[in-house]
C-alpha cells in the first residue's frame, strides 16, 4: 500500500513570495489533514478535511493560507505572501476514520528567507 | 482545550537499555486515544504505539510499552533493549473523539532519544 505523498520535499523563498504544497492521501482515506511544525515543536493542525469538506480550520492564518481538496482525494496548501515565521516542516497526514492512526508523509521543509 | 506535556526535551541511554520518556496530557474528555510518534531524521512521523483510553491494560508493541494511568493523566513510553536505531524525536498524541475536529491529533513538543553505542 502506498504511503502519504508529499511534495516537494524542500522550499526555499524569499518572504512576500508565494508557495504552494501537495499532498496525496492513502487511498480511500477521507480524512486530510495539513499540520505545521515549527522547529523544537511538535505538530500542529491548520486544517482538516473529511472528503471534500472542511471539517476545522480554526488555526489556519486565513489571511495568508489557503487549502483545497478537490474531488476529496489529493490536496494542495498554499501561502501568499510568505513571512519569515512561516519557515516550518508541513506535514500531510490521512486517516481512514477518527478510531484509527493517522498516517504522515515526509513533509516539507520551507525555509523563508 | 486539550493540552499534551512532554517534559524532557532530551533523553539519552545506553544501548541494550532500558529507558522511559514521560508524557502527561489534560482533558476534560472520558474516552480518547494516545499515541507515541517516532520521528526520525527523514521528518516522517512513525506510529509507535498507541492506547486507547477505554482499555485498562497497557499496549505492548514488542520492545516498546506504555504505562498509562488515566486518573493521573499520564502516559509514558518504556524503550527495553534500545536500539541505535531508536535514536529519534518522540511525540506524545492526543486523539479526540468528540467535537468538530474529532480525529485531529495534539502533540506535545517531543523528546529528543540519543542513543549510545
Known amino acids: 500500500e502506498a504511503g502519504v505523498a508529499q511534495s516537494p520535499r524542500y522550499k526555499i523563498i524569499e518572504k512576500r513570495q508565494s508557495v504552494a504544497f501537495w499532498c496525496n492521501p492513502i487511498?480511500?482515506?477521507?480524512?486530510l489533514y495539513w499540520y505545521q511544525q515549527i522547529l523544537g515543536q511538535g505538530p500542529k493542525l491548520l486544517i482538516q478535511?473529511?472528503?471534500?469538506?472542511?471539517?476545522?480550520d480554526s488555526q489556519l492564518p486565513k489571511d495568508r493560507f489557503s487549502a483545497e481538496r478537490l474531488k476529496g482525494v489529493d490536496s494542495t496548501l498554499k501561502i501568499q505572501p510568505a513571512k519569515l515565521e512561516d519557515s516550518a516542516v508541513y506535514l500531510c497526514?490521512?486517516?481512514?476514520?477518527?478510531?484509527?492512526?493517522?498516517?504522515f508523509g515526509q513533509g516539507t521543509r520551507l525555509t523563508v528567507v | 482545550a486539550q493540552t499534551v506535556t512532554q517534559s524532557q526535551p532530551e533523553m539519552s541511554v545506553q544501548e541494550a537499555e532500558t529507558v522511559t520518556l514521560s508524557c502527561t496530557y489534560d482533558?476534560?474528555?472520558?474516552?480518547?486515544?494516545l499515541f507515541w510518534y517516532k520521528q526520525p531524521p527523514s521528518r516522517q512521523m512513525i506510529l509507535v504505539i498507541r492506547?486507547?483510553?477505554?482499555?485498562?491494560q497497557n499496549a505492548t508493541e514488542n520492545r516498546f510499552s506504555v504505562n498509562f494511568q488515566k486518573a493521573a493523566k499520564s502516559f509514558s513510553l518504556k524503550i527495553s533493549d534500545s536500539q541505535l536505531g531508536d535514536a529519534a524525536m518522540y511525540f506524545c498524541?492526543?486523539?479526540?473523539?468528540?467535537?468538530?475536529?474529532?480525529?485531529?491529533?495534539?502533540f506535545g513538543k517531543g523528546t529528543k532519544l540519543s542513543v549510545k553505542p
Open positions: 492506547q486507547e483510553a477505554y482499555k485498562q
Open positions: 497526514a490521512s486517516s481512514s476514520d477518527r478510531d484509527t492512526e493517522a498516517f
Open positions: 478535511f473529511q472528503n471534500n469538506g472542511v471539517v476545522d
Open positions: 498524541a492526543y486523539r479526540t473523539l468528540y467535537g468538530g475536529s474529532q480525529g485531529n491529533l495534539i
Open positions: 487511498s480511500g482515506h477521507a480524512t
Open positions: 482533558t476534560s474528555e472520558s474516552d480518547y486515544y
